[in-house]
């Protein structure tokens, strides 16, 4: 099992950028995607992931453009950079893995999950 910690959420002002960053315990194998969603009143919502294999990446159509999800496996981390940051982005993000060779938008597909971070925009 692969144990998740996220960092970087915090309160901004609608326009602005943060930076989010998943870190694993251990190495993750290659075969492993990596992906973010976002708790809210709505649920938990795919944001993006990327394929373990190929570093594809895929995004929710709301955030499409303006987030970013990329990895370090000499670090053992995966980030997410968003940028011009909305009101409805507001939520606990939270990162995921599986061992798979598919990219999964479904959060009960995903094994191991972090705690969240919590992320608040001001319109």
């Known amino acids: 099992q692969v144990y998740l910690a996220e960092s970087g959420g915090g309160l901004v002002q609608a326009g602005n950028s943060l930076r989010l960053t998943c870190t694993a315990s251990?190495?993750?194998?290659?075969?492993?995607?990596q992906a973010w969603f976002r708790q809210s009143g709505h649920g938990r919502e795919f944001v993006g992931a990327i394929?373990?294999?190929?570093?594809?990446?895929y995004y929710a159509p709301s955030v499409k453009g303006r987030f970013t999800v990329s990895r370090d496996n000499a670090k053992n981390e995966f980030y997410l950079q968003m940028n011009n940051l909305r009101s409805e982005d507001t939520g606990i993000y939270l990162c995921?893995?599986?061992?798979?060779?598919?990219?999964?938008?479904?959060?009960?597909?995903?094994?191991?999950w972090g705690q969240g971070t919590q992320v608040s925009v001001n319109s």
């Open positions: 995921a893995s599986r061992q798979s060779s598919n990219v999964a938008m479904t959060p009960d597909l995903y094994t191991d």
């Open positions: 251990g190495r993750i194998p290659s075969n492993f995607n």
């Open positions: 394929r373990g294999t190929g570093g594809t990446t």
